[in-house]
């Protein structure tokens, strides 16, 4: 298989410097390079102080997102003679809106704290249709939550940029779900968590996260319906206050 030499201009950053930099690294890529392999491949070959994170590979974990280009990406399935076609280098840098730990690396703690807050359940109602036939030995479907809580949302969010107090579009996809199974959670203290300023009030609905999201959760689209759920709480009061 044909390769080609690609520029990574790569953010860098170790505790005690001043600020962050850009470095770059040369390395051969072919059409099934990422840019988690690429980035591997400086590693191994170029600079093993170089940090990231990763685990799955295969979009399915959500350690690896980072800013590509300009553009919130998980590097393990971002094709790097993609981004690199047309540019002197691909630019590669660490997620915004969270804290900066070292080069690629950021503080998730502060995601998961609002992300946890919400108490949504991992596993979910099956949405197969009823008259699904079920594979022999299997009792009935099961179906896991698909936010991957790469944090891809968060970091291009324009909002979160500007108030760290804002709960986020994770956090309010979540919670949108945790109303819609309830299950065992307390629905009054979701709707405390949300029905605020920093809640689900403070979106703009810029739709970034949407447009970002590795795993179609649209958390945009929840918080819309976040808001009717809020709404119809609030209004509902009223009506049956009016009536009495």
């Not at 770059?24 to 980035?39: G, K, M, N, P, S």
């Not at 093993?48 to 350690?63: I, V």
């Not at 809580?149 to 986020?168: A, H, K």
């Not at 949300?194 to 970002?212: F, K, L, N, S």
């Amino acid at each position: 298989m044909s390769t080609q030499s690609i520029v990574l201009r790569v953010a860098r950053y170790k505790q005690g410097d001043p600020a962050p930099h850009m470095e770059e690294f040369t390395v051969e890529a072919d059409r099934r390079t990422t840019i988690l392999t690429a980035l591997q491949e400086i590693r191994r070959t170029l600079d093993r102080t170089l940090a990231l994170r990763h685990s799955c590979h295969h979009a399915s974990c959500g350690t690896c997102g980072m800013v590509v280009n300009g553009r919130e990406v998980l590097a393990c399935v971002t094709p790097a003679l993609e981004e690199a076609a047309g540019r002197v280098a691909v630019t590669v840098e660490p997620m915004q809106n969270a804290p900066l730990l070292t080069d690629l690396v950021v503080d998730m703690d502060p995601f998961y704290e609002k992300y946890n807050a919400a108490g949504m359940a991992y596993l979910r109602r099956s949405e197969h249709l009823a008259a699904a036939d079920l594979p022999t030995g299997l009792a009935a479907f099961t179906r896991f939550e698909n936010c991957l809580e790469c944090g891809l949302c968060v970091s291009t969010c324009p909002i979160m940029g500007s108030d760290p107090t804002y709960l986020g579009p994770a956090a309010l996809a979540a919670a949108n779900r945790a109303l819609e199974e309830p299950r065992d959670r307390n629905a009054a203290a979701v709707f405390r968590l949300v029905d605020r300023q920093a809640g689900c009030w403070r979106c703009h609905v810029a739709m970034e996260c949407t447009a970002v999201c590795p795993s179609n959760v649209d958390p945009a689209g929840g918080i819309m319906a976040l808001r009717q759920k809020v709404l119809r709480r609030r209004f509902g009061r009223l009506f049956k206050k009016a009536a009495d």
